[in-house]
């Protein structure tokens, strides 16, 4: 019996979605709770799941398609796998077995088995029937998986040129035009706003990291033993700007068209980057938080961005943001506001330097720190003294942990 697919019910905060990935095609076989499609809002990718074992009997709503809440998007026949989806599958299990025995044998491989058996039904189908090891796809679909087109678009690459001579073209200057993800658009909206609807300023200090590595180096392993969380140093600039944000109340406030938005909480976001664009999760009620419930919070929000598993719940609100360029090498930047956040807090890479320590010369790990924040309501001295309460709280983290 057929019955309807239909895209969930969207938060009341997205107006619709794009059908990003079809995991399925029509015919193929499906078991219950299996991920059949996902769809991307502005804000996170929603998973479609088989509603029971069964075949996708139809696709009504095509990759790129926008869909609404709760609309249609597949017909789906409940049941026995269809006739051509049991024909296809013994037959692409028969190449496959035959390409292990050619293989066994001595002949040269024609795919690799364990490559193959670990994709969906029709990309098995194409691997074997192309003769292509599935390693030498590069997989465009959702975390890394080869998809038709990926195992068209591999055959229909071009050799690689013989060499020539320097005066001589190499080859096409490709380009590929592909349009925006959802996500990334949001994304890009929402910072070109803030560039455009702010009166945004950075200032910049640096803080001397070796009392927390020292610490660190310490109380890791205890640490971890106790809580099972790993220690970091994010876990000390939450803290850190949590301190701040109670004694600078301007920095954790909000703008509202002509009224100013003062929060008695704090709800620190940490930016995330993932494959399909940077996120922000956030942490609520830091200041009740101890240092584990930071780390594996921190953790739990990195692991969910890789699966694509981030909720509007995760990523709504927020009265700061600390975002970690230094995780990729960045030496010093200024970052964007989240609005309607004031403030954003940009962390950098450590790197050692000479620094003058009592009229000595030491080298000592420091890390850059920059605040960027909305001069409209946030004025020079208090951006000042709130990055300056961050680096003495960071190097004297006895303060920070005595509440001192």
């Known amino acids: 019996m057929a019955t309807e697919i239909k895209a969930p019910v969207f938060p009341e905060s997205v107006a619709d979605g794009t059908i990003a990935t079809w995991h399925k095609q029509p015919g193929e076989a499906v078991s219950r709770d299996e991920v059949i ?7 996170v990718v929603l998973e479609v799941v088989a509603p029971a074992d069964g075949t996708i009997a139809s696709i009504i709503k095509g990759e790129g398609d926008t869909v ?4 249609v998007i597949a017909q789906f026949e409940e049941g026995a796998v269809s006739g051509a989806a049991q024909t296809e599958a013994v037959q692409s299990e028969a190449k496959v077995e035959q390409a292990v025995t050619q293989t066994e044998a001595g002949a040269a491989p024609v795919v690799e088995r364990a490559q193959v058996a670990d994709q969906a039904p029709a990309v098995r189908k194409a691997l074997t029937e192309s003769g292509i090891p599935a390693a030498d796809v590069t997989g465009t679909g959702r975390g890394g998986r080869i998809t038709k087109e990926d195992v068209a678009n591999h055959q229909t690459k071009p050799a690689a040129p013989a060499a020539a001579p320097l005066s001589v073209a190499v080859g096409e200057r490709v380009e590929k035009r592909v349009p925006m993800t959802r996500l990334r658009k949001r994304v890009a ?11 945004m300023l950075t200032t910049f200090n640096e803080v001397n990291m070796k009392p927390i590595m020292e610490m660190r180096a310490q109380y890791k392993d205890a640490f971890e033993k106790r809580h099972g969380a790993r220690l970091g140093f994010m876990s000390f600039f939450v803290k850190a700007a949590t301190e701040a944000l109670k004694r600078y109340p301007a920095v954790n406030a909000s703008i509202d068209g002509d009224d100013i938005v003062y929060h008695g909480y704090y709800d620190i976001g940490v930016a995330v980057s993932s494959e399909r664009g940077l996120v ?14 930071v780390e594996n919070g921190i953790r739990d929000f990195a692991y969910k961005a890789r699966d694509g598993k981030l909720g509007i719940e995760d990523m709504t609100g927020g009265t700061f943001t600390i975002t970690n360029g230094g995780t990729f090498g960045s030496l010093l930047s200024t970052p964007i506001l989240n609005t309607p956040q004031t403030a954003i807090l940009g962390m950098h890479k450590i790197q050692e330097r ?8 030491e080298i000592l790990p420091m890390m850059y720190l920059a605040l960027s924040y909305d001069h409209r ?10 990055l300056v309460t961050i680096k003495e709280l ?11």
């Open 37 to 43: 499609c996902d769809i991307e809002t502005d804000k």
């Open 394 to 404: 960071l190097e004297e983290p006895a303060k920070l942990i005595l509440d001192l």
């Open 189 to 199: 909206e929402r910072l070109l706003a803030a560039t455009q609807e702010t009166a």
């Open 377 to 386: 309501l946030i004025d020079g001295k208090e951006a000042v003294g709130f």
């Open 354 to 361: 000479p620094m003058a320590v009592n009229g000595q010369v």
């Open 280 to 293: 922000v999760p956030v942490l609520r009620d830091t200041d009740r938080m101890n240092y584990a419930e």
């Open 68 to 71: 609404l809440s709760n609309e």
